[in-house]
C-alpha cells in the first residue's frame, strides 16, 4: 500500500453536547455556502490542530470557540473514533459526549444558526455531518492506548513487547502487538543483503551514489510497510475488533534514526531523508498521545546479546556501535514533546516483571 504515503491525514473531534433529563442533544446548522456540509446539522467540532496536546483537549477548544462552554477534560467522555475517505484525504474524527447544564452561546454567527435542543429522531430527519449522525446510531467504543517501544537493535525490546502484551492479556484487555517481523524474518534476506551492500560500500567496491539508491530503495519499503501496518491496525480492517491496546516494537519514526545514522556513514543525505519523511507530518497521530518507552540497553550488553544471536545482517559490531550513540542523539528529537522513559536500563526478567506495572502506569505530560 505504497500510496498511503501519499494521503493526507485531517484529524477532527466532534462533541454531542446532552441534557440529561430531557436525553435531547444540542444543534446547530452551518450556514457558510462556501463550506463543506452547508445547512447540515452539526455539533461542536473541528480540525485538531498543531497546538492541541491530545485529541480530547482539541474536543474542549472546539466547545468553547463555538458555544462559549468551558468543559473540564474530565466531562469529556470519549464515544468512538471515526474514519472517513475523500479523493486523497483520511479523515479521521474523534468523538466525544458531554452532559451541560446551561445553554450554548452563539459565537459564530456567520458561521451556524443558534443553538437548539432536539431529540435524535428529529435530527435524523434531516442532513447532518457525518460524525454526528455515527455518534447517534453507533454504541461507545473503547479508548486505545497506544505503546512505544523504541531502542538499538539487541535492547530486549521484543522481550518487553511480549511481556507487556502478557500483563494486558492478564487484565482481559484486547491486545495487539505490532513489531518490525517483515524485516527481522527476512524470507528474501533483505536485511542480509543490504548488510552485504554496506560491507561492499566500506570496500569502495560500489560507489556511493549506488548505496545511496540502494539505501533510499529500502528505506521506502520499510517505510510504506510500517504504515500499511499502522493503518490496518487503527481502522480495525485486519480483525474488525478494535484493540484496547496497541503496543509496538519499533515504529515508523524508527526509520528516521536508521536514516541518520546512514547520513553518518556518508553515503546517504538529509535530502533523501527529507524526501522519505516528507508526509511523516500526517502520522503524527499515533504518537501525540502514546506512552514511548526507550529501552535504553548499556552498549556492551547489547553487543553481548548481538554475538549470541548471530542474526543474519547483524554482524556488523561497529555498526550497532555507531547506532546506539545515533538513538541517544536523536531520541528526543524524534519524539519531542512526549513523555519518554529513557532509563539506561539492565534488567533480569524477573526484575522486569516487577518494573513492568511501574512502567506501563507511568503519568504521561499528555494527561
Not at 446510531?137 to 531502542?151: H, L, M
Not at 517481523?181 to 536485511?191: A, H
Not at 570496500?203 to 548505496?211: L, P, R, S, V
Request: charged content about 35%; proline content about 3%.
Amino acid at each position: 500500500m505504497s500510496t498511503l504515503n501519499k494521503i493526507k491525514i485531517i484529524e477532527y473531534t466532534t462533541t454531542v453536547l446532552y441534557d440529561k433529563k430531557t436525553k435531547k442533544i444540542w444543534v446547530s446548522k452551518r450556514t457558510n455556502p462556501n463550506k463543506e456540509f452547508y445547512e447540515h446539522w452539526q455539533s461542536p467540532g473541528g480540525h485538531i490542530e498543531e497546538s492541541d496536546i491530545s485529541a480530547k483537549w482539541a474536543a474542549r477548544r472546539e466547545v468553547f470557540e463555538e458555544t462559549g462552554i468551558y468543559l473540564r477534560l474530565e466531562e469529556l467522555n470519549y464515544w468512538r473514533t471515526q474514519h472517513y475517505y475523500k479523493e486523497d484525504q483520511w479523515r479521521i474524527v474523534h468523538c466525544y459526549k458531554a452532559e451541560i447544564k446551561g445553554i450554548p452561546n452563539l459565537t459564530e454567527p456567520q458561521e451556524m444558526t443558534h443553538w437548539e435542543l432536539k431529540k435524535n429522531k428529529e435530527i435524523l430527519k434531516g442532513p447532518m455531518i457525518d460524525s454526528l449522525k455515527d455518534i447517534i446510531r453507533y454504541p461507545k467504543e473503547n479508548e486505545t492506548k497506544i505503546i512505544i517501544i523504541e531502542g538499538s537493535c539487541g535492547a530486549g525490546k521484543s522481550t518487553l513487547a511480549k511481556k507487556c502484551k502478557e500483563y494486558y492479556k492478564k487484565q482481559g484487555l484486547l491486545t495487539t502487538l505490532i513489531d518490525e517481523s517483515f524485516i527481522t524474518q527476512d524470507p528474501e534476506q533483505k536485511l542480509k543483503k543490504y548488510a552485504e551492500n554496506l560491507e561492499k560500500y566500506r570496500k569502495n567496491e560500489i560507489t556511493k551514489e549506488q548505496m545511496k539508491l540502494l539505501a533510499i530503495e529500502w528505506e521506502k519499503e520499510i517505510r510504506d510497510k510500517w504504515m500499511s501496518q499502522i493503518y490496518f491496525q487503527v481502522t480495525n480492517n485486519l480483525t474488525g475488533m478494535k484493540p484496547d491496546i496497541i503496543i509496538m516494537d519499533r515504529n515508523l519514526w524508527s526509520t528516521i534514526i536508521f536514516m541518520k545514522n546512514m547520513i553518518k556513514e556518508g553515503f546517504f543525505t538529509e535530502e533523501s531523508l527529507n524526501e522519505i519523511t516528507e508526509n511523516y507530518k500526517y502520522w503524527r497521530f499515533f504518537t501525540r498521545e502514546a506512552l514511548v518507552i526507550w529501552w535504553n540497553t548499556p552498549t556492551e550488553e547489547i553487543i553481548k546479546r548481538l554475538i549470541k544471536r548471530n542474526r543474519g545482517g547483524e554482524g556488523d559490531l561497529e555498526y550497532f556501535r555507531n547506532l546506539i550513540k545515533t538513538y541517544k542523539e536523536y531520541m528526543l528529537e524524534v519524539y519531542q514533546n512526549i513523555k519518554i522513559v529513557d532509563r539506561e536500563t539492565l534488567v533480569t526478567i524477573e526484575e522486569l516483571d516487577e518494573l513492568l506495572p511501574e512502567i506501563l502506569n507511568e503519568k504521561r505530560i499528555r494527561n
